[in-house]
């Protein structure tokens, strides 16, 4: 059984900044891309950031030069510094990665539960 646990949303004001946790735990074999994507209410859910295991990085324009996303391997545990936070950044964010669960196994994609971010004006 494989479980994403993210922590770290919350209220906080423009120009602001969190740090958003996501630890995979269960029985796996290795995680490949690590990623964080965000839903608005109303919209549909957009990637934010994602990392390869080798740490190279992509983001999605709105969030460059204020979103940084790393990856600790050894802890399965993928991160999201947001500093600036802007109103337009509210959303519940997602995380999501890409697990093999043996050698010989296809890839499977999980998601965590979501946590909330506010940002207020």
């Known amino acids: 059984q494989v479980q994403l646990v993210e922590s770290g949303g919350g209220l906080v004001q423009a120009g602001g900044s969190l740090r958003l946790s996501c630890v995979v735990s269960?029985?796996?074999?290795?995680?490949?891309?690590m990623g964080w994507y965000r839903q608005a209410p109303g919209k549909q859910r957009d990637v934010v950031a994602v990392?390869?295991?080798?740490?190279?990085?992509n983001y999605a324009d709105s969030v460059k030069g204020r979103f940084t996303i790393s990856r600790d391997n050894f802890k399965n545990t993928v991160y999201l510094q947001m500093n600036s936070l802007k109103p337009q950044d509210t959303a519940v964010y997602y995380c999501?990665?890409?697990?093999?669960?043996?050698?010989?196994?296809?890839?499977?994609?999980?998601w965590g539960q979501g946590t909330q971010v506010t940002v207020s004006s």
């Open positions: 269960g029985s796996i074999f290795s995680i490949n891309v």
């Open positions: 999501h990665v890409n697990i093999l669960l043996s050698s010989i196994s296809t890839p499977l994609d999980y």
């Open positions: 990392i390869t295991p080798g740490g190279r990085t």
